[in-house]
């Protein structure tokens, strides 16, 4: 049996796993041989638009464990892309998506009623910030939320100007990849997008230009926004919405800072702007509370999630204040939103993590950022480390002082992190993104950051 390789602090971490489904067990060289045949017929049959980091032929997960064809397991610290919020096939789960399939599969929320679609879209309103009254559109995915929240916006102001921030990632549909600032590859080739929208910079606090803080890093772009956007390209009173990512996502794992967020508030409500806040990824316990906004004290006028809110099965939703959400019946539908399993599997999710994970997604969030606390002065190529609860960035560069980004060592490091067990993905250009389900434990957080601490040391001698 090939096990994931051991540090020596951590020695005894895989070898005493207590459990077949809670660390890494490497049974076969990586691919292994069921693996690469799929690989052989993947090429043959599928999209090449699809983006994978390494050969990882899923199987069966279960837990915080996913397990491929050729029965070797890894730890996830990925939870395919902050989906998986309570883990892999958790019983709870499955048992309600199994129930409710075997008694009605579909008819559609649009035409008729499901009993369960306003008994979830309560859970959801209620734990929305700020005290008026909350009404919900359910979605098939994040880019669908989105593509919603615009619409809703450009209805509710009867404007038609939207602004976003460079970096972001909002989905790859054509109005939300209007919107969309990641990397140009995703916009590369599809000619012209939804027109009237403007970008600007996010806060990015470890590469500020202007050397600010991470609670001080934006008060310059505000100044830009307010004296060169609305004064030079749009007038306030034609901008419908302003999105933003909490934290940015593909961006990098990016917080915005607390008087940031506040300040782009208040820009909002002076001028009768929609503030759309997108915690598809950042959304659902994984700060540890129920939105990242919520660390920050604003209240949106309407909020996009999707990913973690049903742990894995195809759902959305657009939150928004009920004196927003007042649109006319037919002015926006869906076929397949709010499918009846997916209200279930949404609905055994939120009592999860109601109930339990949403605290611990913060306290082993916490117990992470102690442990990587020095990694800034023991590893030369990491640059940062930081993030909420179990949203976490680690910036990969060549050289500190620089800090010029290391894309090619990030991507190194992922791939050994695969090699030994562990799966992690990147987000922006030299980032490492730790988004594992929101039920990990404190040895399942040590064997991953044995893991990651062995690949960045041996990435480093290639710096």
Known sequence: MITAPE??????????????????????????????RVLEQDARFMSPSYTRDYPLVAKRGRGAVVEDVDGNKFLDFAAGIAVCSTGHCHPKVVAAIQEQAAE??????????????????????????????????????????????????????????????YGCFHGRSMGSLSLTASKSTQRKGFGALLSGVEHIPYPYAYRCAHGHTAQTCGAEILEQLEGQIFKRLFD????????????????????????FLQELQRICRQHGIMLIVDEVQSGMGRTGKWWACENSGIEPDILCSAKGIASGMPLGAFIARESVMTWKPGSHGTTFGGNPVCIAAGLATFDLIESEYRENAGQVGDYIFQKTANWTDKHKIVGDVRGRGLMIGIEIVRDQKTKEKGPDLRNHIVDLAFRRGLCILGAGENTLRLSPPLLIDREQADAALAILEQCIQEAEGKA
């Open 236 to 259: 306030p009173e034609e901008v419908a919405g302003i999105i933003i990512e909490p934290i940015q996502g593909e961006g990098g794992y990016v917080p915005a800072p607390d008087f």
């Open 7 to 36: 540090s020596k602090t951590k020695s005894s971490v895989i070898a005493q796993s207590k459990s077949e489904w809670k660390l890494p067990q490497l049974v076969t060289e990586l691919p292994g041989p069921n693996a690469t």
């Open 104 to 165: 009605l599969i579909h008819m559609s929320g649009t035409d008729f009623y499901y009993e369960n679609m306003p008994r979830f879209a309560e859970k959801l309103a209620v734990t929305v910030p700020g005290p008026e009254a909350k009404k919900v559109f359910f979605t098939n995915s994040g880019t669908e939320a989105v593509e919603g929240a615009v619409k809703l916006a450009r209805y509710a102001t009867r404007r038609d100007k939207f602004i976003a921030f």
